[in-house]
């Protein structure tokens, strides 16, 4: 029996959020968006498949930057409305070129960035 992306519960746009952490450290890189079609495309093809809110189209990571996603597994969560892809990425996981996109910290009421672009 295998698994079946309807089964998961969307959003009222038809997607469901997933959180792109690291496998080997636990590092989480990024969030972003799935349709049942990129969930699909990321699991027959193992390079993870996202939704573009803005360009209203599939989006390979790495496809234009290089800084690809490797699936390793991809988990749901308990009420099936959220996933987290573990996967091994190739470089910045950010547009930003940082590591992650979770790179300002609030700290004593304001933000401080607290990590720098990959060189």
């Known amino acids: 029996m295998g698994f079946d992306p309807a089964t998961l519960r969307y959003n009222e746009a038809g997607l469901v959020p997933v959180i792109a ?15 049942a079609e990129a969930v699909a495309r990321t ?16 989006w390979v990571k790495g496809e234009t930057s290089g800084h690809v ?19 091994e990425q190739e470089g910045p996981a950010c547009h930003t070129n940082r590591r992650s996109c979770f790179y300002t910290a609030v700290r004593d009421g304001g ?3 607290i ?5």
């Open 115 to 119: 990590m720098d672009p990959m060189v």
């Open 69 to 87: 996603q490797k699936l390793v597994e991809l988990r749901i969560d308990c009420d099936r409305d959220a996933l987290l892809a573990l996967v």
């Open 21 to 35: 952490q690291e496998a080997a450290s636990g590092e989480v890189l990024m969030l972003a968006w799935m349709n």
């Open 43 to 58: 699991l027959e093809t193992g390079r993870v498949t996202y939704w573009s809110r803005s360009r209203q189209a599939f």
């Open 111 to 113: 933000e401080v960035v």
